[in-house]
């Protein structure tokens, strides 16, 4: 099942494609996690210059519409052989009153699933594309295992993104293994976007730090 779950996301255009066993899951029944990733385009990256393009806040909408089609249709294939299946949205929001946190970090699935890393950026990087990825995750009980171990933190020294993130919101600090959290200050990238890029995506959109990141080796 594990493997015909993986060709059937890479069938629906997942460029990663990770399981694993979480530490602590927000639906304590549905321990297990599929994490997958789409890659952005490289010639979109690039039209980031120091602030978002609005070539850029179109394509991460269109990524995440296509990763939360493919957790969908996972979500129902996984139903189908007799489990239960908890899709999470690319893109996550509690509303007002918690603004910063989605249900679940996706980073912490493509972790444990061996896919990658989080980087002082606080962003996942994924060993082959780096962070140019949007990421989504569908929780089960199905259970499934790890094909990767987990794997360091290869920022090294590095300090690009914290150079370049006008909000001063990168502190350049190696992060917890799956969780950008602490090196990272949510709050004050959101309230820098929607002060400064209000006119692309309602200032919903920066990509400053993914631009930068020499992992990502844009082409
Ligand atoms: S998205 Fe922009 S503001 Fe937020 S951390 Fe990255 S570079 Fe800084
Ligand atoms: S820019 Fe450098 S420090 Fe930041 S995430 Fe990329 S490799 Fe790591």
Redesign the pocket.
Known sequence: MQKKLKTLAQEWGADIVGFCKLETSPLPALPYALSIGVKLSDAVLKTIQNAPSFAYFQHYRTANTLLDSIAFRLGREIEKAGFSAFPIAASQSLGKHNPYNGVFPHKTAAVLSGLGFVGK??LFLSTEYGSKLRLATVLTDMPVQAELPVIENGCGACEL?KK????G??FGELPSKTDGERN?DAE???K??KEHFQDVGRGS??????KVCPKNKLS
Not at 164 to 167: I, K, L
Not at 205 to 210: L, S
């Open positions: 950026s606080g993104c370049a993130c006008p909000a919101a990168i990272f004050k990238c959101s820098y976007m959109v920066c990509g400053v730090c993914i």
